[in-house]
């Protein structure tokens, strides 16, 4: 059967540009959700790890809300949800990156916690006897030491979100994915796109693998 | 400089500090002995508010720091502290180490900063790695940068909180030499330490202190000769 199949990647000539165009939009997608959800779970640690009770609580609800629900839920709920509750339309684009955002802040809020506790707690009070605050000795001395001891599962987080991100397409949010859909449904050739993009993928995280190996040693100048 | 009266801190239903009375002049060299779990560490760590005491009266060069309100970051500007286990920052070099609080907290240029934290490294004997990470330090150099550090701020009292316990003992030498050139110069300090010789030869006066008060205090070289308080004998028939 293998043998008998006839390989057809005539498509190329009229479609090849549409796998650049997949490859851009999921790259920019995942990279902006995956700063953003930086930014987001980072905030959402320190709520986690807070002396006040409510707001530990508003920090867990929704790492658990979002762990609990599955990804295209949530993707439909912004896509589909929000724009109603808004009343104006926020475009797929925006949509896409606050369901990838709001999504891998939750899993990052977690992985910051855990990166943020490792941090021994010396380290605090030696910077709190030279007299800085909890905030500078935060922004000086606990998090660039967190981010290094997480480096590898923020690594790991990217590349999930860079999967993830294919999911996307359900809703016709233009990415790589989309687009082998978009040829398979005009020239009815179905095999030849989707080994083609899932290549492309495994290029793609196999490269970003390698640069956080760099990233990795890099940091490790001080041990 | 310092006075403390009544100091009580208890973790949970373990009370740790049961009403100290003391008072540090200027220019004193203060040593805290003490078995293991006496509370003599717990007692440092009231002193610059690591710990928040539960009861009493901390005063500090006229202010009393225990009262709510206080600026705690401007208190500890002028009280260094060195820890057991150094704690010196893995991700920033020796003369980072020491030259980062004075740029972040005092707003010293980093040149200033530079030059105080190439003066302190010279002192301690340490010029040459400046440039090295911490991790590339022994114990008694990581220990000589904590103390380098913490002078950087020009501290008006230094605290250190067992400086030698986890020190290889031929390093334990280097770092009470430093300390001991800070005392002739007229720094300070309370030593919680285990070093019985350095607590006599530099001491102005010895506290010994078990469950949680201070059983006897006087000169150094008296009370570790002739202890009066059968406590004090029993500890010090362990230790010497």
Redesign the interface.
Known sequence: MLLAYNWDFSFMDEYGSYFLTGIRMTLEVSLLAVLSGLVLGTLVSFLRMSRLSPLRFVGSSYVEVIRGTPLIVQLFIFNYGLPIFLGFDIGIFTAAYLTLTVNSGAYIAEIMRAGIQAVDKGQMEAARSLGMSRSLAMRQIILPQAFKNVLPALGNEFIVVVKESSILSVVGFAELTYQANTIRGATFITIEPLLIIAGIYFVLIFTMSKLLGIGERRLKASD | MIKVRGLMKSFGKATVLNGIDADIAKGEVVVVIGPSGSGKSTFLRCL?L?ETPNGGEIEFEGKRITDKGLN???L??N???V?Q?F??????TVLQNIS??PI??RNTSKSEADKIGMELLRRVGLEEKRDA???RLSGGQKQRV?IA??LA?RPHVMLFDEPTSALDPEMVGEVLDVMKSLAREGMTMVIVTHEMGFAREVGDRLLFIDGGVIVEQGVPREVLANPRHPRTKEFLSKVL
Do not use: C, E, T
């Not at chain 2, 704690?87 to 920033?92: D, I």
């Open positions: 610059n690591l705690i970051d401007v500890r500007q009280m260094g502290m820890f286990q704690n010196l920052f893995p991700h920033k980062l609080a972040k907290v990470y911490p991790s904590a550090r913490a701020m």
